[in-house]
Every structure is written in C-alpha cells, then in structure tokens.
C-alpha cells in the first residue's frame, strides 16, 4: 500500500464520516430494518472506500454516497423484499382469547433507536424533521410502496433532492421521477392518518399518560388500561400477524395471552422512531426481570393511539438497554 493510497483512505474518513448517520436513517427509511440498515451503510462506506480515488467530484460527496447507499438498497430490497407490519396484512383478529401463532418467516419491520437515526441534537430542526420522517406509521407506509416510488419519495419528499439528480441517480427521465412521486403521494394519501393528533414531545399531559401507563402495566391493572388507550386503539405484535382493534379487544388480549401479576413486568422508558417507546421486562422463574418486548407508543391528546410491541429481543441491544431490570 502506497503513501498516497494511505492519504486518501484517512481524506475520505474524515470527509465522509460526518454523512453515516443521515445514511444510516436513509438506509432505514428504505429497509424498514435497523440491522439491514446498518450492514448496508458499512457496505456502503466499504464500497465508496473502494472506489473513491475514481471520485471526480461531479457531484457532491454526500450525493455520491447516497448514490451508492440508495443502489445497495435497492439490491437488498430485491432479494429480501419488503418489511410490512401486521395491520398491512389483513383484516383485524376478533377474537383475542385465541391463541396467536408467531410468523417468523416474515420479515417483520422492525423500530429504529433515537439515538442512532434521530437529527443532530444541536439543530432543533433537524431533530423535528429525522422525527417526522422516521415515524413508525410512515416507515410502515413506505414499504408498501413500489422500490421506485419508495426512492422518489424519499429523495424528493425528505432530502429535498432536485427532480433532475433523482433522475441521474435512478437512471430514469425527470418525467418518469416526477410520475414515481406523483403515484407514491397518491398511494400514501390512502393510507390512514400517518400523523394523528399526536401529542408533542413537550406537552405535560403526555408525560403523565405514559406514567400512567407504565405503572398500569407494571401493577397488572388493566382497568386503568382500558381507560389509558383510545376506544379505536390498534394494537399489533410482530411476529405474530394477528393485530387488534379496540381498548376492550387489546386489554383482553393482554389478560388471556400475557396474563401479568402485579410486579410480573417492569417497563423502562426509551424513544423509537421519534416516538415514546418501553423496554417491557418479564420475571422469570428465578425471580430476575429479562427482556420481553418492546413497545412503541403513537400518543395522541385523547389516549394512546397505537402500539408496535416488538418481541425480537436482539432490539435490546441495538437500543444499548440492559439485559436485566
């Protein structure tokens, strides 16, 4: 390895390192998958390493890289397909004393961390936008969209990009960007509220629902649950597809599958997809609290909407959250 092979390997670091994270919730917004997204921004940096003593600068060095992170995603969505929640599936279950059966064959979406796809915590603006953009409901939505409307999209929508270097990247006539995006707004419009009346960050109201409903979990009542979510709440539980629909449908549903004692479960606080979120532990039979699921909340000023509760446990450490609690 040459003295000048060397410089240019440390140039692009130190170039191109400030990019990794907007790549990363680039790659994420595209995947629906933290861990497919953070293999495909090494593979990117890896390739763009490669090949960066061929980099002419016609364009920008953050455009090519999202050139190279957005290509390496559409190859990944090819071969692995797309990552749908249960509600995408099907009708609702009815019937929550049932037994539900897990589907593990499905690639399930999964929750992204805060801190790995949230905006630059000293630029306001940019935490709103990463928060918009990284929601649960809207990375749901966008895997149901077609690879060519879902890079259309994003480009356009969430990073701004002119119709013209859309075009380039993907290879396609300006028209043919403006007809992807026009046909992927349309398809988004028919899904349902991505926004909601949802309950900022700030707001004192939020926070004492969320205590609220982490001591109703926490001393198994589920009277006060009922009272905590909205009458029309959605409740879904990757990986199993079955999903429900209602307050009283999803406290039964908590009563007959989980069946918590008062202690059984500890919930720690975290944030998902710009959302609040819980780290939800079980006692096991030796008495000690090990991971169990994780919950991401959409809260409105009327209750808790909705919850993502993700029972892949592997989440935990992405989350940098404990074994035990």
Known sequence: MTDSTIDSGQDFERLADPYRRELLAHCYRM????????????????RAWKSYGGFEGRSSLRTWLYRIATNACLTAIDQRGNRPMPSGLGAPDSEPERPVVASPEVP???????????????????????????????VAALQRLPANQRVALLLRDVLKWRAAEVAELMEISTAAVNSALQRARARLEEEPPLRDDLAEPTDPGRKELLEQYAKAFEDADVNRLVELFKKD???????????????????????????????????????ANGQPAFAVYRRDEDGVHRPFQLQVLTVTRDGVARVGAFFDTSLFGVFGLPETA
């Open 108 to 138: 399930w979406l999964e929750p992204a961390p805060d801190a790995l796809v949230g905006g630059d915590a000293s630029d306001p603006a940019t935490i709103v936008a990463a928060r918009e953009s990284t929601r649960l409901a809207f």
């Open 233 to 271: 709440a959605v409740w879904e539980m990757p990986p199993y597809p079955q999903w429900f629909v209602g307050a009283e449908g999803i406290v039964r549903l908590i009563k007959a599958q989980c069946g918590p004692e008062p202690g059984e479960l500890r919930m720690i606080p975290t944030t």
């Open 31 to 46: 995947l629906g998958s933290i861990h497919d997204a953070e293999d495909l921004v090494q593979e990117t940096y890896l």
